[in-house]
T-cell receptor
Framework: GEDVEQSLFLSVREGDSSVINCTYT??????LYWYKQEPGAGLQLLTY?????DMKQDQRLTVLLNKKDKHLSLRIADTQTGDSAIYFC??????????FGKGTRLHILP | EPEVTQTPSHQVTQMGQEVILRCVPI?????FYWYRQILGQKVEFLVS????????KSEIFDDQFSVERPDGSNFTLKIRSTKLEDSAMYFC?????????????FGPGTRLTVL
């Protein structure tokens, strides 16, 4: 079946790195995404990785993909208060369908 | 920067009533989507729409739901007879074409509360 799982909460101290993990089930996924949702706002695409890549780095963001274990992670270096949001892992399995996880709420401790 | 807009931001309705949720996709986009997110649960795909036709729909998108692009700018989701379990955030999304990574641009959502 099509499923994306991620932990619901993560607390991190300001300045530390945040690592949000995700597992997915569909091996035919072509792209994997991380979306950010701030309070009252829509879903903003943060970054994505093609399924034949292992890693992608974009400024403070590092995405790691272990296709064998169907595991995706998002690392945010030097976490800031503005990073406080819900982060959704998602996979594209067909042209018209993206499957989302429940979202991980990232809480920044002072 | 162009963005997807949705109205209203919050809609309260009585069970059994019809609701229409409105979206204005980005102007040169061709593919349109509706998703919903029940509180505390996953964002779920409802339907995709291209060239005035439904491309794909999920099992959630039953006969109570319909979509329409009544003019060149709006994209609407109608729920004919709302149920309590239809209470959720409804997100509209659009893309210009089926490009390689297919980023879907999301609107801010409409919170639907069915009493």
């Amino acid at each position: 079946g099509e499923d994306v799982e991620q932990s619901l909460f993560l607390s991190v101290r300001e300045g530390d790195s945040s690592v949000i993990n995700c597992t997915y089930t569909d091996s035919s996924s072509t792209y994997l995404y991380w979306y950010k949702q701030e309070p009252g706002a829509g879903l903003q695409l943060l970054t994505y990785i093609f399924s034949n890549m292992d890693m992608k780095q974009d400024q403070r963001l590092t995405v790691l993909l272990n296709k064998k274990d169907k595991h995706l992670s998002l690392r945010i270096a030097d976490t800031q208060t503005g990073d406080s949001a819900i982060y959704f892992c998602a996979e594209k399995i067909r042209d018209d369908k993206i499957i989302f996880g429940k979202g991980t709420r990232l809480h920044i401790l002072p | 920067e162009p963005e997807v807009t949705q109205t209203p931001s919050h809609q309260v309705t009585q069970m059994g009533q019809e609701v229409i949720l409105r979206c204005v996709p980005i102007s040169n986009h061709l593919y349109f989507y509706w998703y919903r997110q029940i509180l505390g649960q996953k964002v779920e795909f409802l339907v995709s729409f291209y060239n005035n036709e439904i491309s794909e729909k999920s099992e959630i998108f039953d006969d109570q739901f319909s979509v329409e692009r009544p003019d060149g700018s709006n994209f609407t989701l109608k729920i004919r007879s709302t149920k309590l379990e239809d209470s959720a955030m409804y997100f509209c999304a659009s893309i210009p074409d089926r490009s390689s990574y297919n980023e879907q641009f999301f609107g801010p959502g409409t919170r639907l509360t069915v009493l």
